[in-house]
């Protein structure tokens, strides 16, 4: 059973526009969530982050909100360019079990056209 | 920067060879991962190890085993390379402590063809 979810394989969005990416958990024990972006033939690099204890964290373009009653987070890239055309997984952990072990969703592939 | 690097970027291997994937990473980090990534699959965790010489199962370990004899290098072994193992692989590593918790550093991937 998926613990954290993607629901949507890609976006595609006009250079310059917002992009929301989408993650939904269904483990309330969660504590801690990623965000990695991958371009094709590269591994992932980190992108984001966000604890339990905030529901916004913001890193230049990027912004992560986190509705914790929802189990919902989101990722809003503005203004999107065409250079952030990647697949973005979001990754929840469980610090204090598990060894904190990410569990990544499957991916969102966003395209952004010029 | 941590650097995470892993020994070949492209690989093909016929159906029945023992094959080996390396790892190394340069910042002593305890933890080492290794995943595959599949389209439509995400990332996949094979196998995981927190210190040398340890080791646990993820959550597809069937066909692969691992090997951690020194605390910078995780090797990746398919004992007999099947078509379904056809995929890239990734290692990643993860420090102890520091912020943000549970990031981890990925390597470059490798893109294993097994025919």
């Known amino acids: 059973d998926q613990q954290v979810k993607q629901n949507s394989p890609s976006l595609s969005v006009q250079e310059g526009r917002i992009s929301i990416l989408n993650c939904d958990y269904t483990n309330s024990m969660f504590d801690y969530f990623l965000w990695y972006k991958k371009y094709p033939a590269e591994g992932p690099t980190f992108l984001i982050s966000?604890?339990?204890?905030?529901d916004k964290n913001e890193d230049g373009r990027f912004t992560v909100f986190l509705n914790k009653s929802a189990k919902h987070l989101s990722l809003h890239i503005v203004p999107s360019q065409p250079g952030d055309s990647a697949v973005y997984f979001c990754?929840?952990?469980?610090?204090?079990?598990?060894?904190?072990?990410?569990?990544f969703g499957k991916g969102t592939k966003l395209s952004v056209k010029p | 920067d941590v650097k995470v690097t892993q020994s070949s970027r492209y690989l093909v291997k016929r159906t029945g060879e023992k094959v080996f994937l390396e790892c190394v990473q340069d910042?002593?980090?305890?933890?080492m991962f290794w995943y595959r990534q599949d389209p439509g699959l995400g990332l996949r965790l094979i196998y995981f190890s927190y210190d040398v010489k340890m080791k646990e199962k993820g959550d597809i370990p069937e066909g692969y085993s691992v090997s951690r004899e020194k605390k910078e290098r995780f090797s990746l072994i398919l004992e007999s390379a099947s078509t379904n193992q056809t995929s890239m692989y990734l290692c990643?590593?993860?420090?102890?402590?520091?912020?943000?918790?549970?990031?981890?550093?990925f390597g470059p991937g490798t893109r294993l063809t097994v025919l």
């Open positions: 990643a590593s993860r420090g102890l402590g520091g912020l943000p918790y549970n990031e981890q550093f």
């Open positions: 990754a929840a952990s469980n610090y204090g079990g598990s060894q904190g072990n990410l569990i």
């Open positions: 910042m002593d980090h305890e933890n």
């Open positions: 966000i604890s339990s204890i905030k």
